[in-house]
């Protein structure tokens, strides 16, 4: 295939989408630490986020934005959603018209509440924009385990040609016209994966998690068709996919943030000890915002944005649930 993807941003994500598309297409990594960038040319492997994986030999990383963005016939963002808006702009003077641009970003900006898929179209008009989202987890996939995950486009056949960019024989790509709806799923499963969190942190059982991700489900799927998404989108990898990957493994920086909530430790303790963003904890306030827009019930959400703030407790949290008004499901 002759395409040449540019990847930005070297987190533990970022990284592993860089390795997979390198199985097909020429791939370079954006690292803004030269020395990262280095350790991935030479020794193929990123010891900061990724320390004892091995990535694809044919992989190129560089610390000069532009070099890296200006040769991409693809741009994949590997950004949190704090700095999207940010690196668009730094990037945009070496972007060539009309490059795919793919984000992998799962959050949503506080300042206007846009998807960053919409940040990128105001960023980047005329540039095509979707998303790679689904249960990936980065170290799994390094194992070589296999994976699967959904690319969305709102025109199929942009989808479609990027399906084999990101495919390969153990990371099956499936695609998906419902762009809003993607989004919303891998934004919100992360507010749901702190609730989940602190009910292990309490010390709860397979019962109260087995709940908060089912009734954490009819939260995001209530919002996300509210603002237009398809209901079978969030039944799918994008939406109940992420939801349970995010919410049970180990390695969801999301779930262990709630965790240590639910051990009573506070957030800037917790914050203080990781070196990568938990989206879930930005996005909380985000979504109550959106959810009073578009009337729609999100009780758990409404705990996890309390506790958060510091106004609750997690085990306030959890007898604040129980303790709600009986109703129908």
Not at 85 to 114: I, N
Not at 181 to 199: D, P, Q, R, T, W
Not at 313 to 319: E, L, V
């Amino acid at each position: 295939m002759e395409m040449h993807v540019a990847v930005v941003g070297a987190g533990s994500w970022g990284t592993t989408v860089a390795h997979l598309s390198a199985h097909n297409v020429a791939t370079t990594l954006y690292s803004r630490r030269e020395d990262a960038a280095g350790a991935i040319n030479a020794r193929h492997e990123n010891p900061r986020y990724l320390p004892g994986y091995q990535l694809h030999a044919s992989l190129r990383a560089s610390s000069d934005l532009a070099a890296v963005v200006s040769a991409a016939d693809v741009l994949v963002m590997g950004v949190p959603s704090a700095g999207f808006r940010d690196t668009l702009k730094q990037l945009r003077p070496s972007l060539r018209p009309w490059v795919p641009v793919v984000s992998l970003a799962k959050g949503l900006e506080l300042s206007t509440r846009q998807r960053m898929t919409q940040v990128a179209e105001d960023e980047l008009p005329g540039h095509p924009v979707g998303v790679l989202t689904g249960p990936n987890l980065a170290k799994e996939i390094l194992a070589g385990d296999a994976a699967a995950a959904v690319i969305a486009f709102d025109d199929e056949t942009i989808a479609q040609r990027l399906q084999d960019v990101f495919s390969t024989d153990l990371f099956r790509v499936y695609t998906n016209t419902d762009v809003l709806g993607c989004e919303i799923g891998g934004a919100l499963k992360n507010v749901i994966a702190l609730a989940a969190g602190m009910a292990d942190g309490l010390g709860t059982g397979d019962n109260t998690r087995a709940a908060v991700i089912t009734r954490g489900l009819a939260e995001l799927t209530r919002l996300g068709v509210a603002m237009g998404g398809k209901p079978a989108t969030f039944a799918g990898l994008a939406g109940m996919g992420d939801l349970l990957a995010t919410c049970m493994s180990s390695q969801s920086r999301n779930r262990h943030v709630g965790e240590q909530l639910g051990r009573g430790r506070t957030l800037d303790e917790i914050s203080a000890e990781m070196d990568q963003v938990a989206e879930g904890v930005k996005s909380a306030k985000v979504v109550l915002e959106l959810a009073a827009e578009y009337d729609v019930y999100m009780p758990i959400s409404q705990e996890v944005h309390s506790c958060i703030e510091g106004l609750q407790s997690a085990d306030d949290a959890y007898r604040g649930l129980i303790a709600r008004e009986i109703t129908r499901e």
